[in-house]
C-alpha cells in the first residue's frame, strides 16, 4: 500500500485541500459545475468585481494568437451587490473556500468593497492591482510601488480576512511590487496577471481587439510567469499562488518548485473545463511517483 | 452538457470550403435541440496551438441513432485543422451548448431565413418543426449555385417549402434572400420567423419583421473563448429598458435571440 499524500496548503490563513485553485475571470462555479466539482479545488478565486456594475469592453475581447490568446473583457461584472444577493449563495453550497477578486477605480473604492465582502462565505480578497483592460484603476495601481501600498493598506485595513494581492507582469521590477505589498500588510501574492499586448486583423486592417490592447494569457506566457514567481519568491515571505498558461500538471509543479504554494488554472478552463481535477490527480500521482508524501516539500524546491 | 469523445463516422467535402461531418456522439445526440452547438478541439491531441475550442452550429441531430452533424466552411486555421480528420477520428467535443430556437405551437406559419453557412442551425429547426406540425417556408441564399449546392439543403431538410436564391443570379431568385421574403412573406403571412447569417442579412430580416410585426428569432455568431458563459468574451448588445444597450453572452444566454431585443451594429 503506498502512503497517502498530503496536498493540503495554507495560503495566507486560507486552508486549501490542494494548491490548485482558478484564475479570477476564467472560471464561474454555475458554468463549470458540471464538468468539475466544486468541493475537489482547493479554492475558487471568483470573476473581479466592483462597487458598481460594469458593462465591460466593446467587442471582439478575444484573439487567439499562438498558444494564447488575447482579451479585453474589462471588468464586466454586475457589482459587489448583485455578487452578494445572487452568486454568493451559490457558492456557499460546497465546501470550498471563495476568494472575491476586487478592483476599485479609486483606494476608497478597494477598501469599500472589502468591508461589503467580509461576510460568511467569502474565505479572502484578491486584490486586482494588474487588470490591463480598464482606464482606472487595475493595472495602473500595479505598476507604481507607492500606489501598491496605498490600496494594499486600504484593503487591509477594511478586512479582517486573508489579502491577497495579485500583481502585474508590466512592470521593470515586480520585486519592487511584491516588497510594497508585502509591506503594506498583504497576506499573500497571486501572480501574473496577464501580459499587455496586441494584435492586428490584416483583413479590417485595425486592431484586433475592440479595446485595441488586451491581456495575453495561456502557454505563451508561462515561462515569463514561472520566472516571476522564482524571483519573488526568493524575496518575499509570503505565499504565492502561481498562474500563468498552467494547462497540465508538470506546468503547475514547475510554478510549485519555482516557489508558489498553490496555482490557479485559467486559460486551461476553456480548453479542457476538467483540467483543475486533471492537474490535481497529477500532482497526487507526480508525488506518490517520486515518494514525495507532502507536496510542500516542493515549494520552491528549485532554489531551495 | 458533457464532455464527450465524438467518433468521426462520415466526412464529406462539399465544395467552396463546405465539410460535413457525421459524428457518434450519444450524450450530446440525445440532449441537444435545434440552434445549440458543440464546442470542438481541434488540432493535434495535446497540442496548444490552436489553443481554443471551435463552436461548431449542429446541423443535424438524430437522437435515436446517437449521432450529430457539423456543417463548417472554412475560414480559419482551427476550421482548416477540422476540415482533415478522417473517418474514424475523435473528436474531443463540449455540448450541446447555449440556448436553442423557441419551437412553435402546431399548425403555425413559420418563415426560416439562412444566409450561406448560416444555414447550419436552421437544418434541424426545419426538421423539428415540419415534425411537429409547423407549416414551413425556408428561404436560402448563398452566393451562388455552388455554395447553394455545397450546402444540400434538399438533403438535409424532409418537408417544408424550399425557396432557393443567389447573390449573382446562378440559381434560384436572382439576389439578396432578404428581397426574396420581402417578395414573398405578404401572401405567406407568417406566425414566427427563425433566421441565421450574416450580420447585414439578419439586420435586413429584423427591420421587415419589424415593419410586418411578425415575431421571432436570430441566431448570433461571436468570437468565442470558453463556450459555456465564464469568460464573457462573445458578448452581443440588447435593448434594456434601464441603459441604451447591455451585453448577454452569445455562447450561454443565446445564441438565439428574440429578434426585437438585439441590437446589430
Redesign the interface.
Known amino acids: 500500500m503506498t502512503a497517502q499524500v498530503n496536498l493540503k496548503v495554507n495560503l495566507g490563513g486560507i486552508e486549501m485541500k490542494n494548491p490548485v485553485t482558478v484564475a479570477s475571470?476564467?472560471?464561474?462555479g454555475p458554468?463549470?459545475a458540471?464538468?468539475v466539482d466544486l468541493n475537489r479545488l482547493g479554492a475558487v478565486v471568483v470573476?473581479g468585481t466592483t462597487l458598481e456594475p460594469r458593462?465591460?469592453n466593446p467587442?471582439?475581447?478575444?484573439?487567439?494568437t499562438?498558444?494564447?490568446?488575447l482579451?479585453c473583457?474589462g471588468l464586466?461584472n454586475p457589482g459587489v451587490e448583485v455578487f452578494l444577493h445572487e452568486h454568493l449563495p451559490f457558492y456557499r453550497q460546497y465546501d470550498v473556500p471563495v476568494i472575491v477578486n476586487i478592483a476599485g477605480n479609486t483606494v476608497e473604492e478597494y477598501g469599500l468593497l472589502a468591508e461589503k465582502l467580509n461576510v460568511e462565505g467569502v474565505a479572502g480578497l484578491e486584490v486586482n492591482i494588474s487588470c490591463p483592460n480598464v482606464k482606472k484603476g487595475g493595472m495602473a495601481f500595479g505598476t507604481d510601488p507607492a500606489m501598491v501600498r496605498e490600496v494594499v493598506a486600504a484593503v487591509r485595513a477594511a478586512t479582517p480576512k486573508p489579502v491577497i494581492v495579485k500583481l502585474s507582469p508590466n512592470v521593470t521590477d515586480i520585486v519592487a511590487i511584491a516588497e510594497a505589498a508585502a509591506t503594506a500588510g498583504a497576506d499573500a501574492l497571486s501572480l501574473i496577471n496577464t501580459l499587455l499586448g496586441m494584435a492586428i486583423d490584416i483583413r479590417t486592417r485595425r486592431p484586433a481587439l475592440g479595446n485595441v490592447m488586451g491581456g495575453l494569457s495561456?502557454?505563451a506566457i508561462k515561462p515569463v510567469a514561472v520566472r516571476c514567481v522564482w524571483q519573488v519568491a526568493q524575496a518575499v515571505d509570503l505565499p504565492i499562488v502561481g498562474m500563468g498558461g498552467i494547462?497540465t500538471a508538470a506546468d503547475a509543479l514547475e510554478f510549485i518548485l519555482a516557489g508558489a504554494t498553490a496555482v490557479a488554472v485559467g486559460?486551461a478552463?476553456?480548453?479542457n473545463?476538467?483540467a483543475t481535477l486533471d492537474i490535481i490527480e497529477g500532482l497526487e500521482a507526480y508525488c506518490r511517483e517520486e515518494g514525495i508524501t507532502d507536496i510542500k516539500e516542493l515549494i520552491g524546491a528549485a532554489w531551495k | 452538457m458533457y464532455l464527450e469523445k465524438g467518433k468521426v463516422r462520415a466526412r464529406e467535402e462539399r465544395g467552396c470550403g463546405y465539410y460535413w461531418l457525421e459524428i457518434e456522439s450519444p450524450a450530446v445526440a440525445a440532449a441537444a435541440v435545434p440552434g445549440q452547438f458543440v464546442h470542438v478541439r481541434v488540432g493535434e491531441k495535446e497540442s496548444m496551438d490552436p489553443l481554443l475550442r471551435r463552436p461548431i452550429s449542429l446541423a443535424r441531430i438524430e437522437r435515436e441513432k446517437g449521432r450529430i452533424g457539423l456543417l463548417y466552411r472554412v475560414v480559419g486555421r482551427g476550421t482548416k485543422l477540422l476540415s482533415s480528420v478522417c473517418e474514424g477520428a475523435e473528436l474531443d467535443l463540449m455540448g450541446p451548448l447555449g440556448r436553442g430556437f423557441t419551437l412553435v405551437e402546431k399548425g403555425k406559419r413559420v418563415a426560416v431565413i439562412g444566409g450561406g453557412i448560416g444555414a447550419a442551425p436552421l437544418f434541424p429547426l426545419v426538421a423539428e418543426l415540419v415534425d411537429r406540425g409547423a407549416e414551413v417556408k425556408f428561404f436560402l441564399g448563398a452566393a451562388n449555385h455552388s455554395h447553394l449546392q455545397a450546402l444540400q439543403p434538399e438533403k438535409m431538410i424532409r418537408g417544408g417549402e424550399l425557396v432557393l436564391a443567389t447573390d449573382d443570379g446562378s440559381a434560384g431568385f436572382a439576389g439578396r434572400v432578404t428581397d426574396l421574403v420581402r417578395q414573398e412573406i405578404g401572401p405567406f403571412r407568417p406566425d414566427f420567423f427563425y433566421a441565421c447569417g450574416p450580420v447585414p442579412m439578419l439586420r435586413a430580416v429584423q427591420q421587415l419583421m419589424a415593419e410586418l410585426s411578425v415575431p421571432g428569432e436570430l441566431s448570433l455568431e461571436e468570437r468565442m473563448g470558453c463556450g459555456v458563459g465564464a469568460c464573457l468574451a462573445c458578448v452581443c448588445k440588447v435593448r434594456t429598458a434601464e441603459a441604451p444597450f447591455t451585453y448577454r453572452k452569445v455562447c450561454s444566454d443565446g445564441p438565439v435571440f428574440p429578434a426585437g431585443e438585439v441590437l446589430l451594429d
Do not use: D, L, S
Not at chain 1, 467587442?59 to 487567439?64: F, K, L, M, Q, S
Open positions: 475571470g476564467t472560471f464561474g458554468e463549470y458540471p464538468y470573476k458593462q465591460g467587442t471582439p475581447r478575444i484573439w487567439e499562438p498558444a494564447g490568446i482579451n473583457i464586466m495561456g502557454p494547462m486559460t478552463n476553456f480548453v473545463p476538467r
